[in-house]
């Protein structure tokens, strides 16, 4: 009777399983065709992301279920270091120890108001690609549209602008005003249009419950420029104007992002030059500073906290890309550690995400960094750092490059799961932290101590959360409760989540996508 002829199956070694290495047995996992195969058998020595070649034939295990077991295996991987990087480079096999990303997340852009608020600066057409589709940027570019700038969707994340006809007569009506109420970002409005035209108006802005947002330090720095301020009380109205702005030195009393921005597209056409100490230099700050300069503008010292702008007469349209979001690569990190089987996020641009990823690896979350992507491999556990005095960890917001307050709500839900305890204080604001009694509903382990501080004690994954009917309070509370739904038992309600839709796109969609 003729010998059974032995089947042949060809991939990448993904996870070793089991390895014997007296006698060279081994049971590992091969991908191929986006199928994954069990193989065990005598094999010799392998390792995760070597291409191989199996011969032999597949069996039912009464456990395991459907296994190939390998008589014959061969591997074209190299022996010597420089050569083996060499060939996983030339085949872009991602190598991330035991296991290897199975799930891709494309990155939207930024959230990006202060470039759109920007393009008021010049009548020329702006166009800027990458803009995020979400309720508050589209909330923005509403508002332009209602002033008289003439927006071009040229894709669903690509629009041009131009601002050679406005309707300044509109900024005075009750339909403004009530507008600018319901959308924090209409307060970036002031700073172009005081610059261009000499006055501004906006209502005290909306935006998350989250504490008291300040508008002093914009105004403080609109008053060093020369501007004049009025308060309407009864209408709750601001009012800015200045014939002439000029140049000066300014230390702003605290870093504030949307201050500076404001300031800063005010000062491009203020005669002389101004100088802001104690600026704000997040990402987006730069990315804003880098697209006035493109427009003509004349700023240095982008990336510190010392800013300086020459003004100039005017400035001439441009074309920009928005940044990746920050935000939404740190949410999708505590996602994949939480519920992740292997998520690789794709083009972060690992140089503006700052000590995010450090943060991350605090709360014992395994990173591998490969060119501009970040891999988040599945980790059954994940074990909290202490300090060098073995004191317990704590994580605290500050302005940049300090930890962003925005990812407070999203480390405080993966925390929940390490082991290991982590004290968490947010300074920024008073009432971020009030949606921990939502997660101590599903059976998470907090101590909130005041209005700025909690310790989580970890579950160590032991104990499962509890899914459970909850209310998303702002946009990072709401994708925090999110990602703690999704890790939790039982089926999960979050009202009002038009909260996350206001800072994440398609965020249903894409979370399907990746399993959910």
């Not at 094999?43 to 032999?56: D, K, N, P, W």
Request: glycine share 10%.
């Amino acid at each position: 009777m003729a010998e059974q002829q032995l089947e042949q199956i060809e991939g990448t070694v993904e996870d070793i399983i089991y390895e014997n290495t007296d006698n060279g047995y081994m049971v590992f996992e091969v991908s191929g065709g986006g199928v994954v195969t069990v193989v065990c058998g005598i094999v010799g020595e392998l390792h995760a992301g070597e291409s191989v070649v199996c011969r032999g034939r597949y069996e039912n295990h009464a456990t395991y279920g459907r296994q190939f077991h390998a008589q014959e295996c061969e591997t074209d991987m190299p022996k010597d270091l420089e050569a083996v990087y060499a060939f996983l480079a030339s085949r872009s096999l991602p190598y991330i120890g035991a296991k290897t990303a199975d799930k891709i997340i494309d990155l939207f852009g930024a959230e990006a108001l202060e470039v759109i608020a920007a393009t008021l600066l010049t009548a020329e057409p702006v166009r800027i690609s990458n803009i995020p589709d979400i309720l508050d940027v589209n909330n923005l570019i509403k508002l332009l549209a209602d002033i008289g700038v003439k927006v071009t969707r040229n894709s669903r994340n690509d629009y041009t602008f131009q601002a050679d006809d406005l309707n300044l007569e509109f900024l005075a009506s009750d339909e403004y005003v009530k507008k600018c109420s319901a959308l924090r970002g209409s307060v970036l409005l002031m700073g172009p249009l005081l610059g261009r035209f000499g006055r501004a108006m906006v209502a005290q802005p909306g935006g998350d419950k989250i504490g008291r947002r300040r508008l002093d330090t914009h105004f403080l720095g609109f008053k060093c420029l020369g501007a004049k301020f009025i308060n309407d009380e009864e209408r709750k109205v601001y009012s800015i104007e200045a014939r002439k702005l000029k140049g000066t030195y300014m230390l702003l009393d605290e870093a504030s992002v949307t201050g500076t921005a404001n300031i800063i597209m005010a000062a491009v056409f203020a005669e002389g030059t101004t100088t802001i100490y104690n600026a704000a230099c997040e990402p987006y700050i730069q990315q804003l500073c880098h697209m006035l300069n493109s427009m003509g503008a004349n700023i240095s010292g982008i990336a510190s906290n010392l800013i300086t702008i020459v003004g100039v007469k005017q400035l001439h349209g441009t074309t920009h890309r928005v940044l990746p979001d920050m935000i939404e690569v740190g949410s999708f990190i505590g996602m994949a550690a939480m519920v992740g089987e292997g998520v690789r996020i794709k083009n972060v641009q690992l140089k503006h995400l700052g000590i995010i990823p450090d943060t991350f690896r605090r709360l014992g979350v395994k990173l591998k960094v490969e060119g501009d992507d970040i891999i988040v491999p599945k980790q059954p556990h994940y074990v909290v750092d202490s300090f060098i005095d073995g004191t317990i960890m704590t994580i605290a917001d500050a302005p940049w490059p300090g930890l962003t307050p925005d990812l407070i709500s999203v480390l405080i839900v993966v925390a929940t799961q390490a082991r290991g305890s982590v004290l968490v204080h947010q300074k920024m604001f008073e009432s971020r932290l009030f949606f921990v009694d939502k997660l101590i509903d599903m059976g998470a382990q907090i101590i909130l101590c005041d209005p700025h501080r909690c310790v989580i004690v970890g579950h160590d994954r032991k104990r499962q959360l509890r899914g459970g009917r909850m209310t998303s309070p702002d946009i990072r509370a709401g994708i925090a409760l999110l990602i703690a739904a999704l890790g939790a038992k039982g089926t999960s309600r979050i009202d009002n989540i038009a909260q996350i839709d206001r800072g994440y796109e398609d965020i249903e969609q894409r979370l399907n996508q990746l399993g959910a």
